[in-house]
């Protein structure tokens, strides 16, 4: 059974940062792509980044030079730096899994198989 679980939101004020996790069971990150989505208040999800077996990486343009995606093969761990954060970064921040990473120009949400249940993320001004 697949189970990805995010942890390290919480609220910053902006210029902030915050490191979140997600630890994957029953599924290797080192061998499948992994990704980091978010989704604020009253929007679509949205990719943020993502990360291949190879670790090359993909990112939003709009966290580009500011988020920097990870992971920790030996400990089936993702990880997403988040510096300079700004209040328009508020979203619930979600880990998922995929087979391997399609680079589109866009992160798509229908690319990916297992997703973890998210972490609150606010940044205020």
């Known amino acids: 059974q697949v189970q990805l679980v995010e942890s390290g939101g919480g609220s910053v004020q902006a210029g902030g940062f915050l490191r979140l996790s997600c630890a994957a069971s029953?599924?290797?990150?080192?061998?499948?792509?992994m990704g980091w989505f978010r989704q604020a208040l009253g929007k679509e999800r949205e990719g943020v980044a993502q990360?291949?077996?190879?670790?090359?990486?993909s990112y939003a343009d709009s966290v580009k030079g500011r988020f920097t995606i990870s992971k920790d093969n030996a400990k089936n761990r993702l990880y997403l730096q988040m510096n300079s954060l700004k209040p328009e970064d508020t979203a619930m921040y979600y880990c998922?899994?995929?087979?391997?990473?399609?680079?589109?120009?866009?992160?798509?949400?229908?690319?990916?198989?297992?997703w973890g249940q998210g972490t609150q993320v606010t940044v205020s001004s």
């Open positions: 990360i291949d077996s190879l670790g090359s990486t």
């Open positions: 029953g599924y290797s990150a080192s061998s499948h792509c």
């Open positions: 998922a899994a995929a087979p391997e990473c399609r680079w589109w120009v866009r992160i798509h949400t229908e690319d990916f198989d297992y």
